[in-house]
C-alpha cells in the first residue's frame, strides 16, 4: 500500500526568541516493512539543518535559527510503501527487556498485573495486556503532559495515546514481553500517534494500546526508541522570554 503523508507543525512565540536549536525526527525513515519513495522537509525561517541517525536507527534533522524570529515551523510530505509482510526477523536489544525512565511500573500497576488472568503465548498475552489498558485507562486530552511517566498515568486513570504506550510499555516488560515505544502517523488526518512495538517470534510486530488493534499498512513509523524520551518527533531550545504555542496538522491518504 502507497500512502501520501503531510505533517506540519507551527509553533508561535508571544516575544521574539533568538538561539533556537532544535532536533526533529520529522522524516520517517525506510527499513523492512516501509520503504520511503520521497519525503521533503521545509523550514520557516529557512536554515540549513544537518541529517544523521540517532542510536535507535531514527533519522535526526539538526539545526539552529540564530536571528530573532516569532514562529518556526517544519512542514513535511512524502509518499511511502507499506507492506509489513516484508519484515525481516531481527535481535533484540536488552534495553527493551527492562523499565526505562517514563515506564517504571509502580506498585499499583504491578498489583494491577497480578490481577490479570494472562494466558501464556506472547502473542495472545500481548494482546490480552492492550484490552487490559484500554480497559483501565480513559482517553483525556489536556491532563497529562509529555513529561508524565507511565506511574502517574496509571494512578490518574487518564491520558493520551503517549500515556496509553507507556503503560503498556511497562506492564508488558513485567509480563516478560519486550516492547519498544514508537510514534508516527497513522492513515487519517489529525496529529501524530504513539504506539508499541513487541517482540514476537524474532519480529516487532506493532500493537496500538489506545486504538485497540495491531497496527498495519497504515501506520507510517517516525521513531522507536524505549519511551517517549528516546525519539521526540520534535525537541528544541531557545533564549528569550517567550510562551509558544503548537498547532498540528496530519494528514496520511492512500496514494490513487
Known amino acids: ?8 507543525i507551527l509553533l508561535e512565540f508571544d ?3 533568538t538561539g533556537h536549536a532544535f532536533a ?3 522524516i520517517p525513515p525506510s527499513f523492512p516493512g516501509q520503504e520511503i ?3 521533503a522537509l521545509n523550514l520557516d525561517p529557512q536554515v540549513p539543518y544537518a541529517r544523521q541517525r540517532d542510536g535507535f536507527g531514527n533519522l535526526l534533522q539538526i539545526g539552529r535559527v540564530e536571528g530573532p524570529h516569532d514562529h518556526f515551523r517544519y512542514t513535511v510530505r512524502g509518499t511511502a510503501r507499506l507492506d509489513p509482510g516484508s519484515r525481516r526477523a531481527e535481535p533484540c536489544h536488552p ?3 527492562f523499565p526505562s525512565a517514563y515506564t517504571a511500573a509502580s506498585p499499583d500497576m504491578a498489583d494491577y498485573l497480578q490481577t490479570l488472568d494472562l494466558p501464556e503465548p506472547p502473542a495472545e498475552r500481548a494482546w490480552a495486556l492492550a484490552q487490559a489498558v484500554r480497559a483501565r485507562m480513559t482517553y483525556a486530552p489536556g491532563e497529562t503532559c509529555v513529561a508524565t511517566t507511565a506511574a502517574q498515568a496509571f494512578g490518574s486513570g487518564r491520558g493520551v495515546c503517549q500515556d496509553f504506550a507507556h503503560i503498556y510499555l511497562a506492564l508488558a516488560r513485567q509480563a516478560g514481553l519486550p516492547a519498544r515505544y514508537a510514534n508516527g502517523l ?3 488526518e489529525g496529529a501524530s500517534h504513539a504506539w508499541c512495538e513487541v517482540w ?3 519480529y516487532w510486530t506493532g500493537i496500538d494500546p489506545t486504538r485497540g488493534r495491531w497496527t498495519d499498512g497504515r501506520y507510517i513509523r517516525f521513531g522507536v526508541g524505549r519511551d517517549f524520551g528516546d525519539c521526540p518527533i520534535e525537541r528544541g531550545v531557545f533564549l528569550g522570554l517567550a510562551a509558544q504555542r503548537q498547532t498540528v496538522f496530519t494528514r496520511v491518504s492512500r496514494q490513487q
Request: net charge negative; glycine share 8%; hydrophobic share 45%.
Open 200 to 202: 514476537l517470534d524474532g
Open 95 to 97: 534495553v527493551f527487556r
Open 37 to 39: 519513495l520521497d519525503a
Open 186 to 188: 497513522p492513515e487519517g
Open 24 to 26: 526533529l525526527r520529522c
Open 1 to 8: 500500500m502507497n500512502l501520501r503523508f503531510f505533517y506540519d
Open 15 to 17: 516575544a521574539p526568541v
